[in-house]
T-cell receptor, first 115, second 112 residues
Framework: KQEVTQIPAALSVPEGENLVLNCSFT??????LQWFRQDPGKGLTSLLL?????REQTSGRLNASLDKSSGRSTLYIAASQPGDSATYLC??????????????FGTGTRLTIIP | NAGVMQNPRHLVRRRGQEARLRCSPM?????VYWYRQLPEEGLKFMVY????????ESGMPKERFSAEFPKEGPSILRIQQVVRGDSAAYFC??????????FGPGTRLTVT
C-alpha cells in the first residue's frame, strides 16, 4: 500500500527566495509522480508529471526531481513570488488489483510567500 | 478542449437528503476517478470507472455511496441519506488511459 508523506506541513519564506518542498513515498514501483497546486477552496492544478525514467522535470521556475531508489521527490521553486502561495500536493500512483492506477496524495505543504 | 467539468460547484444538503454530484470528463477521456478531500485531510481515492463499468470501488464507503458512468452523459456520484461527516470536497479526474489524471474544480458538499 502506497503511503505519501510531505514535509514540511507549512512553510513561510520572503519573496525572492528559492525553496524546496519534499515528498517521500513507500512503494517505489511507480511509473510516475505528480505535483499539484491547490489554492484555498479551489481545485487541483497539475504542475509537473515526472516519469520513472526521468530524474527531473522543469516548467518555468519549477523543477521536480524523482529518486525512486530512495522513495523521494522534491519540488524546487526558484525566485519565489507572492502568487506562489498555495498548498502543494505530491501524488504517487498505486497500481490496484484491477490494473488501474489510483493516486495516493500527501497532505500537502502550505506555502506562504511574504511580500 | 474544455477541462474536466463538475457541477454543482457548491451543494448544501440537510441530513437525510440525497446528494448528486456530476462530472463531465475531458473530451476523448474514457476513464473517470472520484476522490474525496475531508476538511484538513489529504485527497483519498474513492472509485474508478470506465464507460458503463465500475472497475475499482475499493475506496467507496460500503453504504449510501454509489457511482456510475453511463454510455451517454456525465459520471454521477450519488450519496444517499447524507450525514454531517459527508461534508467534504469531491474531486473528479479523467484520463485518456490509466495514466496522467486531469482534475476538475471539485464540488464542495456541506451537510447541515
Amino acid at each position: 500500500k502506497q503511503e505519501v508523506t510531505q514535509i514540511p506541513a507549512a512553510l513561510s519564506v520572503p519573496e525572492g527566495e528559492n525553496l524546496v518542498l519534499n515528498c517521500s513515498f513507500t512503494d517505489s514501483a511507480i511509473y510516475n509522480l505528480q505535483w499539484f497546486r491547490q489554492d484555498p477552496g479551489k481545485g487541483l492544478t497539475s504542475l509537473l508529471l515526472i516519469q520513472s525514467s526521468q530524474r527531473e522535470q522543469t516548467s518555468g521556475r519549477l523543477n521536480a526531481s524523482l529518486d525512486k531508489s530512495s522513495g523521494r521527490s522534491t519540488l524546487y521553486i526558484a525566485a519565489s513570488q507572492p502568487g506562489d502561495s498555495a498548498t502543494y500536493l505530491c501524488a504517487a500512483p498505486e497500481r490496484s488489483n484491477f490494473g488501474n492506477e489510483k493516486l495516493t496524495f500527501g497532505t500537502g505543504t502550505r506555502l506562504t510567500i511574504i511580500p | 478542449n474544455a477541462g474536466v467539468m463538475q457541477n454543482p460547484r457548491h451543494l448544501v444538503r440537510r441530513r437525510g437528503q440525497e446528494a448528486r454530484l456530476r462530472c463531465s470528463p475531458m473530451k476523448g477521456h474514457s476513464h473517470v476517478y472520484w476522490y474525496r478531500q475531508l476538511p484538513e485531510e489529504g485527497l483519498k481515492f474513492m472509485v474508478y470507472l470506465q464507460k458503463e463499468n465500475i472497475i475499482d470501488e475499493s475506496g467507496m464507503p460500503k453504504e449510501r455511496f454509489s457511482a456510475e458512468f453511463p454510455k451517454e452523459g456525465p459520471s454521477i456520484l450519488r450519496i444517499q441519506q447524507v450525514v454531517r461527516g459527508d461534508s467534504a470536497a469531491y474531486f473528479c479526474a479523467s484520463s485518456p488511459v490509466s495514466y496522467e489524471q486531469y482534475f476538475g474544480p471539485g464540488t464542495r458538499l456541506t451537510v447541515t
